[in-house]
């Protein structure tokens, strides 16, 4: 029996060993590596950040300042709200608004046109491009150093393969010779050269 009550005091101070060197080390490990959001728990890093946000000094992104937002609060108040002043000019009829204004009515509808665009920002999101099957056309950057941008007509008529005429453009040009009258000398400015 002696010898089942030593295995088992044994067992269990190696155990408390193991916790405690495990505990310690979860310790030093939080001390040496900085939290990222790899090694956090889920939600935590939301927490962080907003406790972060929270902390920060100064106004929160986005908001004016205060001269700012007391001269905008001024002018509505004096003369109105600016995109409420273009919604009753585009209620306007073109016949209406060009006697109004004393233009034509090519030139009153022209103005209304792009008051018209410029307001539906405000109810409809812009579309995508799309192509003439109706299929989204991704944004397509193209830049062209020297060479030719329109395609070389060959001999026969038609369009030439980009390497047939770069071929044919000489390469190795004669440098425009010098004139035999112009001195070489250190200082040319002392002679009649």
Known sequence: ???S?????????IAAAAAAAAENDAAQL??????????LLPGEAQ???ASIRKNRAGRPPG???????????FLRKTMGDPLMQRWRYAMFTPEALSI???????EALTF??????DLSRYCYAQLAQVDGAGNAVAPRFTMVIGGQNAPQVGPN????????????TPQNQALIGQPADVSHKDVSHDDEN
Request: charged share 30%; proline share 5%; with cysteine.
């Open 5 to 13: 009550d030593g295995k088992g005091a044994v067992g269990r101070e």
């Open 157 to 168: 008529g038609q369009a030439q393969a980009p390497w047939l005429y770069l071929e044919e």
């Open 100 to 106: 109004e204004l004393g233009c034509t009515k090519l």
């Open 1 to 3: 029996m002696a010898n």
């Open 47 to 49: 927490r962080i950040e």
């Open 112 to 117: 209304l046109d792009k008051l018209w665009a």
């Open 63 to 73: 908001a004016r300042n205060i001269a700012t937002r007391q001269m905008v609060e």
């Open 30 to 39: 939080d001390m040496l590596m900085p939290p990222t959001r790899s090694n």
